[in-house]
């Protein structure tokens, strides 16, 4: 029983907490791209860099109140800047839909137009991103490191395997959840929220409604900023920030939109999760694992790890190949793709 426990507690500690703060990470990205699908009906590449300039701006703050003697204790110094990333964030991306898309809404441009659009958004900001911060990683998590530490855990459990629990994987886990909460009420329960889903759902009959398409995109990109600056900051904080690595979000974030349906925000919830799982789990080394369950004071010769860390974003994209090949829809029957 006690092998037993130690396998779970080493699954645990390497797997699900893990699994689970990455997934809400992605939970956060996949629902502004699915916002923007469903809403303003193109894939918007340019939101692992709208995710970048909001981390950017949480770290420059955090710098600024770090030098300025501010903090929150235990808890990180940048929760104090994230509203401030909101809102750089936000006037970005509304000065972008001014300055670019508005145009290819007026003129009715096909989807794929705005796709390859948002690519050229997409260089630019992480041109500007990179002249901003450089290309340097970036540490910017204070506070409190853990919850608990594996030698706490032992000793509390008396068990030979520890468990540990960052601050910022339990900080990611209940923002997502709030910030969650919050969106559905919005779009759920408000007036404004209603006439983004009526938007969404038929654009002409929402028209002749007297819903102003204006309004409901000015409101979606600001939704959108508030997302992306949120997981992108969390991210950053799990992580390190990484200029770079916000691009190569792209594929785990889209595929979790994707594989939840496009269009649906429960969908893109799901999503996040199943792609997290999926990528830590494939990747993950079980040696120690089969170790505690094997027969006793036998181990196995090699990792018994499925495929090496380095292919990691290879699962995201073979289960969006997957879905895309057999449900085009997601497990939520979002739009076809």
């Known amino acids: 029983m006690t092998d037993l426990l130690n396998a779970f507690v080493a699954f645990s500690n390497y797997v699900l907490v893990p699994a689970t703060a990455y997934g809400a990470q992605l939970a956060l990205g996949a629902l502004g791209v699915t916002l923007i699908y469903g809403i303003l009906r193109f894939s918007n590449f340019a939101h692992g860099e709208t995710m970048a300039f909001g981390a950017m701006v949480s770290v420059l703050l955090t710098g600024l109140f770090q030098s300025a003697g501010l903090s929150l204790g235990p808890l990180p110094t940048a929760l104090l800047a994230l509203p401030f990333a909101i809102l750089a964030t936000a006037a970005l991306v509304l000065a972008t839909d001014r300055v670019v898309y508005k145009f290819y809404r007026r003129v009715k441009a096909a989807p794929v137009m705005l796709v390859i659009v948002s690519m050229g958004v997409m260089f630019i900001l992480n041109g500007l991103t990179r002249m901003f911060v450089g290309t340097d990683d970036r540490q910017f998590a ?185 449900k085009p829809t997601g497990l939520f029957k979002g739009k076809s793709v």
Do not use: C
């Open 142 to 326: 204070d506070g409190e490191r853990f919850l608990f530490t594996a030698p706490e855990f032992k000793a509390w459990s008396g068990l030979s395997e520890g468990l540990a629990i960052r601050t910022t994987q339990a900080l990611t886990v209940i923002t997502a959840v709030i910030v969650v909460a919050i969106l559905f009420w919005f779009l759920n329960r408000t007036r404004t929220g209603k006439s983004m889903r009526a938007y969404s759902d038929n654009e002409d009959l929402a028209l002749l409604s007297g819903i102003n398409p204006e309004r409901v995109v000015m409101v979606t990109w600001l939704i959108v900023a508030a997302l992306a600056a949120v997981a992108g900051t969390l991210y950053g904080l799990d992580k390190k920030f990484q200029p770079i690595v916000y691009v190569h979000l792209l594929l785990p974030i889209f595929a979790s939109a994707i594989v939840g349906g496009l269009g649906s925000p429960i969908g893109a919830i799901a999503g996040g999760f199943v792609v997290a799982f999926s990528e830590v789990t494939l990747t993950y080394a079980f040696k120690k694992v089969v170790g505690y369950i094997g027969p006793e004071g036998w181990s196995p010769d090699g990792l018994v790890q499925l495929l090496s860390t380095d292919y990691k974003f290879a699962v995201s994209f073979a289960i969006l190949i997957i879905v895309l090949l057999f």
